[in-house]
């Protein structure tokens, strides 16, 4: 094409500005400089109208090939199946592991969430809980994406994702933590509202209150997102919110990690 041919030998002449000679000799007589901005000025009036597609062409192709090297590097990988849009099932993953994680380091797990239902993952400090998040929420994209999955089987329904990992303070703009929190949650039951179909993960909702308010506020929570009938995955170290279980065990599932202490603790 001949409008990439003429950027080619723009280019080109740039690179020769890296002979200290011929920078020297043609910049002091010619102003070699002055010359190559105005030939790139030229060549983007003529070419504006074309170069913001050609911009995303080459994002678009450069993301492609990312996701091809992955995948061309794991060949012992899964790749994910896709589940119908009518569908019960959201996610449904055997021996699901973090891509961070070795194969022989990990420690896998059996996971299924349906179409409104909320798991709720209670367990120790350090059990692995927010590790399984990340691994259900990072495999999940790397399906959408048509990349190998960390699992022996990822199956999934294409929805909607909406993730609260690691919430921060803002001091120059006045937002406190728990603020903070509050903020992403409305943005999260905006967002539900017109995106029924949505897969939630959520880690430790309302840290930053005391423990009453937090689980009153919770509760309050969880029961107003499952009127949308979503899909989430939540962590907490509030053992009462397993008692939603009980409560409505037609929507929420409990799951715990265990924690074994190999090693005597001096």
């Known amino acids: 094409m001949k409008a990439f041919r003429d950027l080619a030998r723009i280019l080109n002449l ?7 000679l011929i920078y020297l000799l043609f910049n002091g007589l010619f102003l070699y400089d002055i010359m190559l901005l105005r030939r790139i000025l030229y060549w983007k ?13 080459v994002a678009e192709f450069d993301a492609l090939v990312s996701l091809a090297n992955y995948a061309y590097n794991h060949p012992s990988r899964t790749v994910a199946e896709v589940l119908p849009a009518d569908s019960d099932v959201v996610v449904e993953a055997t021996e699901v592991y ?24 209670t367990g120790a400090n350090m059990a692995g809980k ?23 089987s990822f199956k999934f329904m294409i929805v909607a994702l909406f993730s609260s990992m690691r919430t921060t303070d803002n001091l120059s703009k006045d937002i406190s933590y728990f603020h903070a929190e509050l903020m992403r949650l409305k943005q999260l039951l905006l967002f539900v509202q017109t995106h029924p179909y949505t897969l939630i993960i959520l880690d430790e909702i309302l840290k930053g209150t005391n423990s009453k308010d937090k689980l009153e506020g919770s509760r309050m929570f ?43 603790i001096k």
């Open 14 to 20: 740039i690179d020769q500005r890296s002979n200290a």
């Open 222 to 264: 969880l029961y107003e997102i499952i009127r949308y009938r979503v899909a989430a995955l939540i962590a907490t170290h509030d053992l009462e919110l397993a008692k939603l279980e009980e409560e409505k065990g037609e929507v929420f599932q409990n799951f715990c990690f265990e924690i074994e202490l190999s090693a005597q």
């Open 98 to 121: 973090h891509p961070f994680l070795s194969d022989g380091q990990a420690v896998t797990n059996n996971f299924t969430l349906r179409k409104g239902n909320v798991a709720v993952v």
């Open 130 to 152: 927010s590790t399984f998040l990340r691994t259900i929420g990072l495999n999940y994209i790397l399906a959408c994406n048509g990349v190998p999955v960390c699992a022996t």
């Open 45 to 57: 009036e003529q070419h504006l109208d074309q170069m913001e597609q050609w911009l995303s062409d």
